[in-house]
């Protein structure tokens, strides 16, 4: 018997343009909104707190500054009620990438999957890879836009404190990602992890606790190993007896000026006595490394989503 | 042209197999009912063709050749899930604005008219809805992209009675306004055994009979004779399915047709698709004859299959 192999009919459908992926913009908005007028109804309503605090704790430090006699009461103001609220704030705004990643990227794919509406979602026109770059990409985005501006603020807000008496600089780690483009960086990767555990585990729920623990197993590599070795650094030398400077932790600079130096590293070597550090100019290249990097690993998980979305089929 | 073409494909879960070995090809424009107890395999062979499921071994092709779930092929099936899975905090005016924007071609106003013809409202939240309403959306939903094929996983079961029949009018309808090829699965076969026109039997992830209605009919009967000479008889022909009582013995027999002789003293009655399903569902030899005509032919393993079939009786 001759089995007859018919050439593959070219189909309608190849010789026609796909679905145009601005489509998608619309099902994206429309299936996200809620959650993305959440994020911005928070950070709206953060940063109306933020600004006018700022504004207040500005007018507290001019006062302490301008402070001639009995001094006592505008140094507190300053110094003790209004750090405490900056601090307390500042811890959160380490927590907040991580908790907008968990409540934001998991829900991506988990949720249809839970739900079952993958088969549909998967099943149209438009393919399920193309459906699941658009809404990275465009998720992705917002995300880094509304954290971005939202930390700009808080940068604001923080500034009085930096290079006083709290000993903190642009440099100090807890400081370093709240502001510039890093805190925007750190929320992208997040939401990158949260995605792809999504898509991994395929419950929301272990997802979001998945989400977590990635996120802070990243966080203290940059931390403690990473930000270490970043081509930024200067080491310097001199006499042990000189008098040089003598720092005991990585992350706490000796001299509390605002230029002071994020000092990585000292040790000694027989009679010389080394420094690694990082200048304060060199901020901004410190910044860009750090999102770069963070980044570079989001696009890297999103893709591998995408090749789970591709093959992990139910 | 096939719209859905399966050479050995399998697919296994773990350790087990959900689907194995099934080749078999639904020809165009026919309405191909998948049927078969649960945990057969068909939504593993349904998802395998809309490309939601990467088959194990072999391969599976649809309309024609075209690769499953390439954007090609996506554009021109319209799959419904089981359980019609809508976005729940989504009105169905939403669901249609979803779909239009999901796909190249969407007919908006057929949508919208069967919808509100059926007196399903388009603001109501799709999870408000019934599960029958649910069902109907989804239909719609898949018959507005205007399908080459479509692919409907247990889609009666959520429907009573008069919205089964007013659910399979609109398949047939389309079916007969488009050209479209449909792919239907049920655990039931009595709804189906008017409409079908072409039928795939599936048990415990194996295949068990395939091919046009009208064919498997036609080759297939019910001899009715003594018990006694039932044993001589059944090594003479391909029996699917012996029933015995004390006098009379029921052979269900394959033949190469209706003018096929029937030995003296017994005597022939036509098969209905209901019952062959049936005997084909209970032969759980490995060896099931295949439709004639869709499989290269295997006569050893015919022979092999009554012998089973008998022994097991």
Same mark, same amino acid.
């Given at each position: 018997m001759t089995v007859l192999t018919l050439p593959v009919e070219p189909g309608r459908a190849t010789a026609q343009p796909a679905v145009p992926w601005r489509r998608m913009a619309w099902v994206t908005w429309r299936q996200h909104r809620a959650m993305l007028t959440g994020v911005t109804a928070l950070l709206a309503a953060v940063s109306v707190f933020l600004l006018i605090e700022g504004l207040k704790i500005r007018s507290d430090y001019t006062a302490m500054i301008n402070c001639r006699t009995a001094c006592q009461p505008a140094d507190n103001e300053f110094g003790s009620t209004d750090w405490t609220l900056a601090n307390t704030l500042g811890i959160f705004m380490l927590l907040a990438p991580a908790l907008l990643g968990a409540f934001t990227g998991p829900a991506l794919l988990g949720r249809e999957i839970e739900a079952g509406t993958f088969r549909y979602a998967w099943t149209q026109g438009i393919g399920r890879v193309r459906w699941t770059v658009a809404k990275l990409i465009l998720l992705g985005v917002a995300l880094a836009i509304l954290t971005g501006a939202f930390s700009q603020l808080f940068a604001w807000f923080f500034d009085p404190f930096l290079g006083n008496s709290v000993g903190f600089t642009d440099l100090t780690a807890t400081v370093f990602t709240t502001r510039g483009i890093a805190f925007a960086a750190w929320t992208v990767l997040s939401f990158a992890i949260g995605a792809f555990f999504g898509m991994l585990i395929r419950r929301l729920i272990p997802a979001m606790v998945a989400t977590l623990i990635a996120y802070l197993g990243v966080y203290l590599l940059a931390w403690l190993v990473l930000r270490e070795d970043y081509p930024v650094a200067i080491t310097t030398s001199g006499p042990v007896a000189s008098g040089a400077v003598v720092a005991t932790s990585v992350n706490s600079p000796t001299a509390l000026t605002p230029n002071a130096p994020w000092i990585l590293k000292t040790w000694v070597t027989g009679s010389t006595h080394w420094t690694r550090y990082i200048p304060v100019s060199r901020f901004w290249p410190m910044q860009f490394i750090e999102a770069g990097w963070l980044l570079v690993l989001a696009v890297a998980l999103g893709a591998a989503t995408v090749w789970l979305v591709r093959r992990r089929a139910a | 042209m096939n719209v859905i073409e399966t050479a050995g494909v399998g697919k296994r879960y773990g350790k087990s197999w959900a689907l194995r070995d099934c080749t078999l090809a639904v020809p165009e424009g026919s309405l191909a009912a998948l049927v078969g107890p649960n945990g057969a395999g068909k939504t593993t062979l349904m998802n395998m063709a809309v490309g939601l499921t990467i088959p194990t071994e072999g391969t599976v092709t649809v309309l024609g050749g075209q690769a499953t779930g390439s954007p090609a092929a996506l554009d021109d099936i319209a799959f419904m899930a089981q359980d019609a899975p809508l976005y729940k905090n989504l009105s169905v005016a939403d669901m249609l604005h979803l779909a239009r924007n999901l796909n190249r071609r969407f007919d908006g106003p057929f949508a919208q008219a069967r919808l509100t013809d059926l007196g399903i409202? $388009? !603001? !109501? !939240?799709?999870? !408000? $809805?019934s599960g029958g309403q649910q069902a109907q959306v989804a239909l719609t939903l898949a018959v507005a992209r205007r399908p080459r094929l479509l692919i409907l996983d247990e889609p009666l079961s959520s429907l009573d009675p008069l919205a089964r029949q007013d659910f399979m009018a609109t398949v047939m309808t389309t079916m007969a306004d488009e050209g479209m090829s449909v792919l239907l699965s049920s655990h039931a076969l009595a709804e189906l055994e008017r409409v079908a026109d072409y039928l795939i039997v599936l048990g415990t992830g194996q295949l068990r009979l395939t091919g046009e209605v009208e064919d498997l009919l036609a080759t297939h009967r019910v001899l009715t004779g003594p018990a006694a000479e039932a044993d001589r008889y059944a090594g003479q022909v391909a029996v699917v399915q012996a029933k015995r009582g004390d006098a009379q013995a029921h052979l269900l027999v394959r033949s190469s047709g209706s003018d096929d002789p029937v030995p003296p003293g017994w005597e022939a009655h036509p098969v209905s698709l209901e019952e062959l399903t049936l005997a084909y569902l209970r032969a759980t030899s490995q060896a099931v004859p295949r439709q004639p005509g869709t499989a290269e032919p295997q006569p050893g393993n015919n022979k092999k299959h009554y012998q089973a079939t008998e022994a097991a009786r």
């Open positions: - | 409202p $388009l !603001k !109501k !939240k799709s999870g !408000k $809805l």
